[in-house]
């Protein structure tokens, strides 16, 4: 020991017998210690210097005992031996590689031991339970920071003893033995420190202790089982001696087999004479058969491996270690620990998880503290369960929280295991720990439902409904299955995850029984390819293939007469003017392009770019003279094609960036789509039909002999849901398994595995019928297979050639050629749509066509021929279609429809929505609402008490529907926004929104209840939310009117606009008045289209949505000029003329209404109990001899669904007094009106 070292460790003072004399300066001396172990070097030599004198337990433990009311002495002995105790692994920071290091690394461990030992004492614990129940017994007023930092060293200084692993060489116990840990334990119990533990862990005011407790309670826990636990104590089960006495009967009948065995080995003759055997049809090295030299008995074993050295496995391919087993501790610290885990569950587990999840959350823990949570989740919910299930304590963590926040760590720790290889073993542990903690949720639900409690088992239910409808939960099990790694991830792992897999598919199989149908949520992630540009293949520059290109050329150039299209002339510009290349190397690059067009048999690209580059560079005569001959240029191009020119190659940090950005573009066009989808569960099964997924199955299974019967019974069930429910069993005809499957048909124990050995023999029986009829099926043995390998080895391989793509003739590739050429320069907008009915085969598509097109070189790509987009042909305006657009406002402002007569005069055909955000960047007007079409009254009129005629209002009516100018605009920018979309679903949904806007219903069809809320919901900025449900009401009837069949739709909201909108209450409450079901149950996610709602109900709710040319103003104002209207009618049962005559009356009566608040808009609106309408309305209504219909406005009556109470409205009132009021009108017009509601009435 160093002299300083041992010099202070001297003046602490001495231990006489059993009393223990400090000196003077004894607390300056452990300050010294303190000072020197902060400033120790890597190989921690203070600590294995004083671990060696024994300072732990010759001095500071005695100090502690004896001396504990100094408390500055205690303080500062606490705070070392809290320094001196730290984990091998803190200190080092991981195991080390280097030998020298981990020398020093085992040096620490083994003086930890060895403290371990002398902290088995219950003078020890009994100390330090007394100083932390005084400090305990203070208030947080009293208590100081020295208190607090006393309480968090003593739990630092019991986990880190408790952390001490055991020394498997000193301690060579045996099970029901006690061993130091055990003995620490029991010290731990007799002095009352884990009621202190308990303390910390219920008690409210002490809750910033909880993440030490738990470290502290995993550690006590650390080598014990929970079924291990709750059978303490207590009589072994039938069960339970059931599996000892199969387990003792296997061992027999093999110890039989091996003795019967060795006598059939023992031969009559002594062992000299042991003969020499030729072993037929067995080849040695040679061409001559195998001499065996060995007992005749012992040649089963025989194999040509025999002598060879074993290869050696390397360190990435071996199979992982398995975790330590645990072992069984001596019975009076089980039934500690046994009571000990009841009384915790009973008082303190709820809490205390909650507090360490809200810590793990709020990410206020230190790195890696989640497996403390994921191990108690696991543990103690096992113990629950074991112990009389009782499901309210460990309520906390039973939720769709607490499987939610386990699948996230489970793939975040596959994701760590796949970059962090240096730590993967860590990281694979960890994952084991969150699979054990899934598995451990999946058993209390499935305990849950056979509770008795009606209430238990339908909170399992809605768990189970919640876990099965969401993607993640249910194929977090594929995933980890194929994913599987052995050199990564041990044994016990595999085991786990194969009977929670066996778990969750019975679970889900039984949920599905119970129920007609399964909805569930499926996610599809939609990827777009990036736009960047591919690099153009080496095109053949051989002469056979020269030659054949310049014989093209030379053809094609003399056909067209050497004449070349003003556009291409145009167009062609060989000279940048602005680049900083050199004049010389320029023209180089424009030969080089030349000879580029040439080699892809661009004949007029190549002549056109010549003729240019002859006009920038006329010196030299390099691109030939002023007056060349058209057959100069001929051999001008034709030396070019065959020249070696310099090509310079692009830079490679270039290609980086355009890489990078290629990759962020394709990130930046990938999106989930959610929807809903009936579940079915042999589809799911048939995901696991896959040899990735049947892998593991296996290797399991190779080891069956050690396997529990349950682990067993797991993997023969998944093989039989592959090879019987899923008919697939020649999955499982491979060689490897074959010879699996005779290891166990000749196990001397195969009596006990007597389910392997029936599904054995019945896959081998199906392998030798399929044999018989198949004489390949023995080649495939070698092979693992995917479904196509199996469908073809069970029904016939597919013969060679099918399922290719189309070929094209010499005589087709020559007819399109010529098509091509004829119509390259005509002004057709789509080439391909010109050239499909011209070709002579019909069964060519437009895909056959560009296909073939690029790859005769006739384009460069295929999206040389991609189809317009409708609106996308014109982006900039000139100057003179900007004069244009400016005379024709000046023209048409004063128009009842600006917008319409723009769009039919503006020679270069625009969408609307461009015009209108042209006319705003112009100034020619401010907002959009000047460009809406004006209704056909003038303002003066509607001013003015002039009453409109009913001929003139009826002429105005029938002239058609008015346009919406808010949907065409949201209709063109949605075209706008989806014109990245393929060119079929364009034409699709363009064809749908034409059909959806001839379809709209007069505006006289509206529902005036909504009329408020669509009003609010507008100015609220909520106009694409309605147009998507608009959209989504018309398409539903549409398919309605189409199939003749009703079922119920849900509206899945796929925008984060539409997502908003459906949080909104205004928009549910106007759902609500649309008739739409909200989610029925837990099984439901979205609202619906319910399925008694006729079409032209749907119609009729769609055409309510659409925005009013005219919006009242002001609340009482607004609900008071709705005018009652009838519901709607079938339109097969009802007249069109009739029809019309209806609609036009009502919406007459609506403008009367609206006239008479418009001169009485400042007389307010006073408010009336339902009751009071009522009443009010039936006694107008007898006075007048007629009824008249009206809607309950209350909106509470409406989220209830008392569609049958019967109330009237208030606006419903004033319309009644503004009829009897309105002496204006003739009486004979209002008798006609009264009679037009009492037959909307008895409709």
Known sequence: MNCELLATCSALGFLEGDTYHKEADCLESVKDLIRYLRHEDDTRDVRQQLGAGQIVQNDLLPIIIQHGQDKPLFDACIRLMVN???????????????????????????????????????????????????????????RQEED????????????????VPADPCEEKKVDDDASIHDRLLWAIHMSGFDDLIKFLASAQS??????????????????????????????????????????????????????????????????????????????????????????????KSYTHDTGKAVRRVPKKNRQARECKDKRRSALNVRLFLREFCADFLENCYNRLMYLVKESLVREQTQQHDETYYLWALSFFMAFNRGNGFRADLVSETMSIRAFHYIERNITNYYEMLLTDRKEATSWSRRMHLALKAYQELLLTVNEMDRSQDESIRQSSSVIKSNIFYLMEYREIFLTLLRKYDEA??????????????????????????????????????????????????????????????????????????FQLSESLTESIVPFDATSETPLEEQKTEAMVRVQDA??????????????????????????????????????????????????????????EEEDDAAELEEEEFESVQVSEKEFDFLDFIKRFSNPSIVRPYLLLLKSYSKNTPHTNHCIARMLHRLAVDLKMDAQIFQLSVFNLFNKILSDPAAAAYKELVTFAKFVLNRFFSLAAQNNKAYVELLFWKNVGAVREMTEGYSNDGEGTK?????????????????????????????????????????????????HMGLVENAKALKKQKKGTQIVLWTEEQEEELQMLYEEYKDSDDVLGNLMKKLTAKRSRARVVDKLLSMGLVSERRQLYKKRSRSAHEKSSGKRMTEEEFLEGLTRGVPDDPDDRDDEEDKEEDESEESDEEQEKETQNGKRRIQSLPSPVERRPDVGPIVYALRQEDMSGPLLWLQNSLYKTAEDRKADDLALAVPLVPLSEANEDAMENKSFLRLLRKLGMRPPANEQETFWRIPENISVAQLQSAAAALSPREEEPKGGGEQDGSRSPTGESQEEEEEEVSGEQRAQALRALLLTRKRKHHTLEHTAPVSDFSPTEDTDDTLERSREKTSTKRSRVSDDDDEENGDDSAVAVDVEANGDSDSDGEDISAPVKRRRKLVLIDEDDDED
Not at 506 to 515: N, P, Q, V
């Open 488 to 561: 990564k991830q041990p044994h016990s792992y595999l085991k786990d995850l194969v009977e929670s897999t066996h778990l969750f598919l019975r679970m889900l199989e039984r949920f599905c029984k119970g129920r007609k149908s399964l909805m569930v949520q499926k996610k599809k992630v939609r990827r777009k390819r990036s736009h960047g540009k591919k690099k153009p293949s080496a095109a053949d520059t051989s002469p056979e293939a020269l030659a054949e290109i310049w014989k093209v050329v030379e053809e094609e150039l003399k056909a067209s007469g």
């Open 806 to 854: 189309p070929t094209w003739t010499e005589e087709e590739e020559e007819e399109l050629l010529k098509l091509y050429e004829e119509h390259r320069h005509s002004e057709v907008p789509d080439i391909v749509e010109a050239l499909l009915p011209l070709l002579s085969n019909s069964t060519r598509t437009r895909r056959h066509v560009v296909v073939q097109l690029v």
């Open 84 to 142: 001196l105790t730290q984990p091998a692994m803190l200190c080092f920071g991981k195991v080390p590689d280097d030998p020298v290091f981990r020398h020093h690394f085992l040096q620490v461990t083994s003086h930890l031991q060895a403290c371990k030992e002398a902290f088995a004492s219950e003078a020890v614990f009994g100390i330090l339970s007394e100083t932390l129940y005084t400090l305990l017994q203070l208030d947080w007023e009293q």
């Open 598 to 655: 040439l080699l892809v048999r661009l004949a007029p690209e190549a002549l056109g770019l010549l003729r240019a580059a002859r006009e920038v560079w006329p010196e030299g005569d390099v691109f030939g003279s002023a007056d060349v001959e058209p057959e100069e240029e001929l051999e001008l191009l034709k030396q070019i094609l065959h020249a070696n020119l310099p090509r310079s190659s692009p830079p490679e940090p270039a290609a």
């Open 206 to 299: 002490e809750q910033q202790w909880s993440m030490h407790v738990l470290e502290i309670i995993s550690l006590m826990f650390r080598d014990q089982t929970p079924e291990a636990l709750v059978s303490a104590g207590h009589a072994r089960s039938s069960e339970e001696k059931h599996r000892d006495s199969q387990e003792l009967e296997a061992l027999r009948q093999k110890e039989h087999a091996a003795k019967r065995s060795r006598t059939l080995q023992r031969g009559s003759r002594h062992s000299r004479f042991g003969g020499s055997y030729v072993v037929e049809g067995l080849k040695s090295i040679g061409d001559r058969d195998v001499i065996y030299h060995r007992n005749v008995h012992n040649f």
């Open 148 to 163: 607090n930092l006393l309480i968090e060293r003593i739990l630092l200084l019991v986990r880190n003893v408790l952390h």
